[in-house]
Every structure is written in structure tokens, then in C-alpha cells.
């Protein structure tokens, strides 16, 4: 089943950083940023993509180019993004892709976009690591906007603990190494994805 609104590409993007060291978002793969595969991925599948930035970000030359969404929130980590996207347009389900993801691909997207839930308020895949949902590659629905308010107003501000504690549609990775995360030098042995310091 898939959802009855449009669906519009997210690229969380606005992150510190601050265990890589430097712009994860910066990091190159076969001579491509992780933020410009990120967004072509999107954008073969959505009919908009943007990328979610923070303030302090949005003159980056990296992410010149590209259809941004600037942060409206403080200290809410991904949920600044994705919130104000849901302020940018309320009507439509946003699929939200975190930048800092190499192994993401067109299977991945594909499957959810196919799976996603027109009953629940959001879509996401179960990790392959504790089964729990992967909350930076899920597609959320217009309806998740208050569900997201509600916990962000009794202090929560991790995503994946919201998901859990929602009616929250979970699916199993169809491809179970594409949503490992890169957040360190150390991460990086062996992938073949460049850092500029």
C-alpha cells in the first residue's frame, strides 16, 4: 500500500559533524559528495528533493545548488529538519534520507516508497543491529506532524524514540548493509569514501 499524497525528498544535512571532524556531507565517494548522492538518489525517486541545513550552513559552497530548507529549530538534531519541512509544506509525505548513509541505493528507496503505510503516520525500515526503526531513511506522512509536536513538547527529541512509540509501519531491508551510517575517521577503513580535512 502507498501513501495517497505526494511525496517529496528530504537530505538531512545540518549535522555538527563533530565526531567525523569534518562535513560529512563533504565526504566523497568516486568523486562525488555524500550530499550530492544523496540527492540524486531522491530525486529519481520523489518529485521535489531538498536539502535540510542549518543556518549557519546555508551559504556553504557545498551546498550551493541544491533546493534548501534552513533550519527553524533549535537543538533538535534531525527533528529540526524534518519539522521544518512539515512547516515548508504540511500536505505532503516527506522521505527523509540522512547524508552521512554510503551504502543507501535505488532498492532501498524503491521498497519503501512501495511499502510505505497510507494507514500509519510513518514508514521506516527495522535496523538489521536491535530491530528498533531506522528513523533517517522513513518517509513521514502529514499526520506524523502532531505525534512529532506531542513528544517534542514532553521533552523527547530523538526521532527513533518517537517512532517507537508510534504507530510506526516497519519493514524489513531488502537490502540489509545500505543504511550502515558513517560517523567517524574509523567508520571510513575500507568503504573508499574520501575525508578532506
Request: charged share 20%; net charge negative.
Amino acid at each position: 500500500m502507498t501513501v495517497p499524497e505526494s511525496v517529496w525528498g528530504l537530505v538531512l544535512a545540518g549535522g555538527k559533524s563533530r565526531r567525523m571532524g569534518s562535513d560529512k556531507a563533504s565526504l566523497t565517494q568516486n568523486g562525488e559528495s555524500q550530499l550530492s548522492r544523496a540527492f540524486n538518489l531522491l530525486q529519481s525517486h520523489t518529485e521535489r528533493v531538498f536539502v535540510s541545513t542549518s543556518a549557519d550552513q546555508h551559504d556553504d559552497p557545498l551546498r550551493q545548488g541544491f533546493e534548501k530548507i534552513v533550519d527553524a529549530y533549535d537543538d533538535l538534531g534531525p527533528l529540526a529538519g524534518i519539522l521544518s519541512a512539515m512547516d515548508m509544506n504540511p500536505a505532503v509525505s516527506w522521505l527523509v534520507l540522512a547524508c552521512d548513509l554510503p551504502a543507501a541505493d535505488d532498492a532501498t528507496i524503491t521498497y519503501l516508497l512501495e511499502n510505505a503505510s497510507a494507514d500509519s503516520p510513518a514508514t521506516a525500515y527495522r535496523s538489521v543491529h536491535d530491530d528498533l526503526p531506522e528513523p533517517l531513511c522513513a518517509i513521514y506522512r502529514p499526520a506524523a506532524r502532531e505525534i512529532i509536536d506531542s513528544f517534542v513538547a514532553d521533552g523527547f527529541k530523538c526521532p527513533r524514540k518517537i517512532l517507537i512509540n508510534s504507530p510506526t509501519q516497519l519493514l524489513t531491508q531488502p537490502n540489509p548493509g545500505a543504511l550502515h551510517n558513517i560517523n567517524s575517521p574509523e567508520d571510513l577503513a575500507g568503504t573508499g569514501i574520501e575525508q578532506t580535512l
